[in-house]
Each structure stands twice: as C-alpha cells, then as structure tokens.
C-alpha cells in the first residue's frame, strides 16, 4: 500500500518560514520524481517544486528564491523550506510521487496560512 504522508503545515505570519515533510512508504522511493503541489480556494492545484531522480529541480515562479525542494533516499521522505512566506502562499500543500512506469501518487495534503 503506497502512503505518502506530509507535514510541517501550520499558520505562520508573512515574512515566516515553514519546512514540509513528505515521508513516502509503499514505494521504491529513489526511483520517483517528487514534486510539492499547492491548491488555494478557489483556484486550480499548481505545481510548486519538483525534484527527480538525478535531483535535478524546477519551480514556480512565484516561489524561486523563496523555496528549496530537496530529497533524502535514505529517509524516504521530500522536503520543502518554505523561506519568506507571503499571504499569496496561503494554500493546502500535497506532496506528488511519479515514475512513468510505476504510478503516480498524492499525499492527503497539508494546510500552511500566511497571516498576521
């Protein structure tokens, strides 16, 4: 059974930092891309960040500079520092693992507020 569990959620004031964890089970965890998607009220689930395999990454935009994905095989698990958050960031976060061949598989999600 494949289980992919986040946390480090929370309120946080703008300016704050916050580290999601993502903790994979259930699946050859080295072989996956990782990504960190992020879904606001009303508006459609974007892609954050994204790590592969070879631990090359990407980002949004709107994060770049601010956010840094990184993995760790021996652990099983994806991270996502989260630096100088913004209200805008305010969204319910789901951790993402995907092989072309294996699956693709989603976290149940974790809620980060950005407010004073």
């Known amino acids: 059974q494949v289980q992919l569990v986040e946390s480090g959620g929370g309120l946080v004031q703008p300016g704050g930092s916050l580290r999601l964890s993502c903790a994979a089970s259930g699946i050859a965890f080295s072989f996956y891309d990782m990504a960190w998607y992020r879904q606001a009220p009303g508006k459609q689930r974007e892609l954050v960040a994204r790590?592969?395999?070879?631990?090359?990454?990407n980002y949004a935009d709107n994060v770049k500079g601010r956010f840094t994905i990184s993995r760790d095989n021996a652990k099983n698990t994806v991270y996502l520092q989260m630096n100088n958050l913004k209200p805008e960031d305010t969204a319910v976060y789901y951790c993402?693992?995907?092989?072309?061949?294996?699956?693709?598989?989603w976290g149940q999600g974790t809620q980060v507020t950005v407010s004073s």
């Open positions: 993402n693992a995907r092989e072309l061949l294996r699956g693709d598989y």
């Open positions: 790590i592969t395999r070879i631990t090359t990454t």
